[in-house]
Nanobody
Framework: QVQLVESGGGLVQPGGSLRLSCAAS????????MSWYRQAPGKERELVAS???????YYADSVKGRFTISRDNAKNTVYLQINNLKPEDTAVYFC?????????RGQGTQVTVSS
């Protein structure tokens, strides 16, 4: 069955960096676009970044220049490099199959930005 397992979250100070990973299994990873969403307490879920099967990427305006999405089809893994973290980046980050929020996503990894 489809499985998406995120890792790499944690507590980081403002200005710090993290790299989130999402290991995928149970489907032909290289056929699908992949995306990262986040949800902060009391806020709506937000599409952060997506990457197509051919590597084309999209970023929300709020993260452009700080976040980089990438994929390694040989490892069935999608990454989200997060630099210059801000307190407002605090959220649970979800890996999702496809660009639109759908039925297949991971359990989420918590990113907390605080001094």
């Amino acid at each position: 069955q489809v499985q998406l397992v995120e890792s790499g979250g944690g507590l980081v100070q403002p200005g710090g960096s993290l790299r989130l990973s999402c290991a995928a299994s149970g489907f032909s990873f290289n056929w699908y676009a992949m995306s990262w969403y986040r949800q902060a307490p009391g806020k709506e879920r937000e599409l952060v970044a997506s990457i197509g099967s051919t590597g084309d990427s999209y970023y929300a305006d709020s993260v452009k220049g700080r976040f980089t999405i990438s994929r390694d089809n040989a490892k069935n893994t999608v990454y989200l490099q997060i630099n210059n973290l801000k307190p407002e980046d605090t959220a649970v980050y979800f890996c999702n199959r496809g660009r639109a929020w759908g039925n297949y996503r991971g359990q989420g990894t918590q990113v907390t930005v605080s001094s």
